[in-house]
């Protein structure tokens, strides 16, 4: 219920910025030799009968605009986990996961975008318990943003996809995350 409050909130305000302001502005997002810096921190709890699982996630992420409209960039992509049930001891782990990412930008209006980015990463997993495993993942994902610009800052609203394959033979099976997430960027013209 949070989420769709704050979702309601971010529109109507998008809404009441562009209802009120004094002249259009016209957006420099999206074009040639624009440099984006994002990043978010999540966390996430999980608790049901036979687990608990909280996790830290830390996730900057840097895109270039080669052309209009299209970027490329990279994340590198943490977190830390503590995990209370059978599987992993009670155990903690560390992950990295750095992903490329290719995108490509619509712009809906002067200062309104719509962003779709598949990306693709390599996952590191240290899992701290009696055996110390290590597990190594391909992931592959897919963000759809929309992008409000202020002036130089984005507010960010994200739906992403995830899925990870471990690809070593591991006990951990593969899974699949879906995420909404609100978030800031700036972005500059370096040229």
């Known amino acids: 219920m949070k989420k769709l409050n704050l979702l309601s909130f971010m529109l109507i305000f998008l809404f009441y910025h562009n209802l009120f302001a004094d002249e259009p502005y016209n957006s420099k997002f999206a074009q040639k030799d624009v440099l984006e810096i ?11 009968d036979d687990s608990k699982v909280h996790r830290v996630s830390f996730s900057p992420a840097i895109d270039y605009y080669l052309i209009d409209n ?27 996961r750095p992903n490329l990412i290719a995108g490509y930008t619509f712009k809906i209006d002067n200062n309104l975008f719509f962003d779709i980015s598949p990306s693709i990463g390599y996952g590191y997993l240290k899992v ?21 610009d202020l002036d130089g800052a984005l507010i960010n609203l994200r739906l992403g996809q995830l899925y990870t394959d471990y690809i070593d033979n591991s006990s951990l099976d593969d899974y699949y995350d879906i995420s909404i997430g609100l978030g800031y960027s700036l972005y500059f013209d370096i040229n």
């Not at 994002?38 to 999980?46: A, K, M």
């Not at 299209?70 to 992950?95: C, L, M, Q, R, V």
């Open 38 to 48: 994002s990043g978010g921190i999540s966390v996430l709890s999980h608790i049901d």
């Open 70 to 96: 299209i970027h490329f960039g990279i994340s590198p992509a943490s977190y830390f986990t503590y995990n209370d049930y059978d599987k992993f001891e009670n155990s903690k782990t560390i992950g990295f």
């Open 128 to 148: 701290f318990n009696s055996d110390d495993d290590t597990h190594k993942s391909i992931s592959y994902g897919l963000d759809i943003s929309l992008k409000y």
